[in-house]
Structure formats: C-alpha cells, structure tokens
C-alpha cells in the first residue's frame, strides 16, 4: 500500500517539475517588458535608461505615436545614436520602433522627442520574432535584420552564416594588420537612414539596401568572381581605424581613405574583388586624377593602388604605417601624409615622391 502512494507521489512532483518547465520555456518566449528610469526637459525631449541588461544585447523600443510627430534617437554612447533616428511622421504608423543594444556593462539608453508623447506608452522589450539574429560560426561577426528582408531577399540562412563567416576572417585579418583586439563586430539593419552606412558599436546599414544587398551574395565559384558585400568590410575598417572612440588613431589622415585602402588589403590579401569580378587594384581607376588639380580620397586611392601593384603588391609595407611611432604627437594632415609616404618609401626602397608628378604631389600633400 505504502509502496503504490509512494509511486503516487512520485508521478505527482514528475507532473509538477514538467508543468513548471513548460511555463518556464513559455515564459521566455513571451515579450518581456523591463523598468526604465526616465527625465525629460521644457525641450520635450525624454531620456530612458535601463540597467541590469544582458550585456552588448539588442532591445526593442516602442512608443504610441499622438497627434503629432515623434523620433526615437539611439543610445548616448552610440557614436551613430544622434543618426540613426526612428522618425513617426507617417500618420497612419499608431506605434513608432527601433533596434538599441545594451552596453558592455548591461546599460542602456535612448532620447525620444515629440510634444505628445505618453511616457507610459515607452517599451523597451525583447526583439520580437519578426526580428532576427545571424551569427557567425564563432559568433564574433552578428548582423540584426528584419525577418521579412531574409524570406524576401533571395538568401537563405545558411548562406548568410557562410559569408558571415568571410568577414569573420577579415576580422581576424584587422587584428593582425592593427594589432588592436576587437573581438567582435556587429551590424544591425534594422532601421533608416541618410547614409549607406555608419561605422560604430554598432555599425549601422541602412535597411532600404538590405534585402537588396543579400539576394546579391554569391560563394561560388573562385574566390574573385564573389560577392561578398565589401561595403560592410569598409565600415568594419572604420571600427579599427576607431570609429568606436573618441578619436580615430593617429595615422588616419583621411578616414575615408584609410578604410578604403585597408579593405584593398584585405580583398587583395583573400583573394576577392570588389564583387565587379576584376583585380581590385584596378578598382579606382575611374576616378577624378590628381593630375587635375582636385584632391579626392578615390583619386589619390588610385595612384596609391598602383603603387602597391607595382612595388609591394601583397600590400604589407602598410603595416609598418600602422604601427610606426612616428605619428604620435600632434601632426597636421600634411605632416601625417609625409610620414606615411616617407614609412612606405622606405618598406618599398623607392622614393614615392617621384612617382608622383609636381602637381599630383600638391594636391596630395597640401590638400
């Protein structure tokens, strides 16, 4: 008798532990909402803070949008924040969102603009299931886009967790180029902006390009005749050349230029192209030249290009200028680019100043 109640008992906390579980693993999947701390000014502007979050994690903000025009900025110490703006002017949107990401100590906040807001209408949750999170094998390169632009773009999961793992390799490339120790990357694709992209923590690529831009990623074949979106290893370059900082590092002269001719080195380096298919030193040379008298990142790319083809074609005389000494100290942009110029005449053992005509060397230096 003891023996069969006992089984009874038994079966009973089974039952219980599972019932349990169950509401468990249904509670995770529930939207959760959390606190926010949040001031405001005569400005109407609000500022909401969160602390105690899952650290360097993406969040969902919402708010109900009245009768007038709402903005919902990103975080403070998000370079881009002050860019990258959820605008509700479309009346007919009753509720304005957007993608924020938690700091490295779980902090996070965002500013929200508008003269009828109702602060109790601001959320800040988990990103819904209409969001979706790609990862990297390793998970140091992550991309945040909405579902619709994965099952509307032509490219499957799988896929864009092979190319991801292509930057996973620049990645590790910029690593041993810079010497800097960026363990991560991310991209979030999620929202609207005026630009292609905005390099930061995180880098920012506007979601009208998305879909677009995945139905276009081809892995086959050989490595040159791939695309592998090198638009995103540009902004990636940003982030070593330190676009996450308060300054960029002492050798950029021309950050535009620097993030260029380091994603030159990587593609050359890897085998790839700028998805035209052709030898990516080639690839400015439609640009304007410096020959005419007007100074542009591209032009002087292009003479920059020839060179390293013609003198070091795998490119590692760069990274002498990366970590030579000699920036360091205040220097003007004509004084960084004569250093720079100076550090690669001595890696290639030819003076670069005579590649350049009297007027090409002008526009170069003293722009």
């Known amino acids: 008798m003891k ?57 969902l903000v919402s708010v109900k949008r009245g009768k007038e025009n709402i903005q919902i900025f990103g975080s403070s110490y998000d370079k ?23 700091d490295e100590n779980g902090n996070l906040d965002f500013m929200i603009t508008g003269d009828d807001v109702n602060t109790k209408s601001i959320m800040l949750s988990n990103l819904p299931k209409t969001y979706h999170i790609c990862h990297s094998s390793n998970g140091d390169i992550r991309l945040v886009v909405k579902k619709e632009d994965i099952l509307n773009g032509d490219c499957s999961e799988e896929t864009i967790k092979q190319w991801l793992d292509v930057l996973s390799g620049f990645r590790k490339d910029m690593v041993a180029l810079t010497g800097k120790k960026i363990d991560g990357i991310t991209y979030v694709a999620t929202e609207t902006f005026a630009h292609y992209g905005l390099a930061g923590k995180p880098i920012y690529i506007n979601q ?19 695309t592998i979106l090198w638009r995103y290893i540009h902004e990636m370059c940003h982030v070593f050349d330190g676009a996450t900082e308060e300054q960029m590092e002492s050798y950029v002269f021309d950050g535009e230029l620097w993030a260029q001719l380091e994603t030159l080195y990587l593609l050359k380096k890897n085998g790839y192209s700028f998805d035209d298919g052709k030898e990516p030193f080639w690839y400015f040379q439609d640009s304007i030249p410096l020959e005419q008298g007007i100074y542009s990142d591209e032009g002087l790319l292009n003479k920059l290009a020839h060179i390293f083809e013609k003198y070091d074609s795998n490119m590692s005389s760069l990274k002498a200028v990366i970590m030579s000494d000699r920036f360091e100290g205040e220097h003007s942009r004509s004084e960084k680019i004569q250093i720079f110029f100076d550090i690669l005449s001595e890696e290639m053992k030819v003076s670069l100043r005579e590649e350049f005509s009297d007027k090409e060397w002008k526009v170069a230096v003293q722009n």
């Open 3 to 59: 023996s069969r109640k006992t089984r009874f008992i038994l079966v009973g906390i089974l039952l219980v532990g599972f019932i349990v579980l169950i509401l468990c693993l249904w509670n995770q999947k529930k939207s959760v909402t959390y606190p926010l701390q949040m001031e405001s000014d005569e400005k109407h502007q609000i500022l909401a803070r969160a602390h105690g979050l899952k650290p360097d994690s993406f969040y």
């Open 80 to 102: 881009n924040g002050q860019w990258v703006i959820s605008d509700g002017k479309n009346k007919n949107r009753k509720q304005v969102s957007r993608v924020v990401m938690s």
């Open 208 to 226: 009208d390009y998305v879909r677009e831009d995945l139905s276009k990623i081809n892995l086959k074949g050989d490595t040159i005749e791939q």
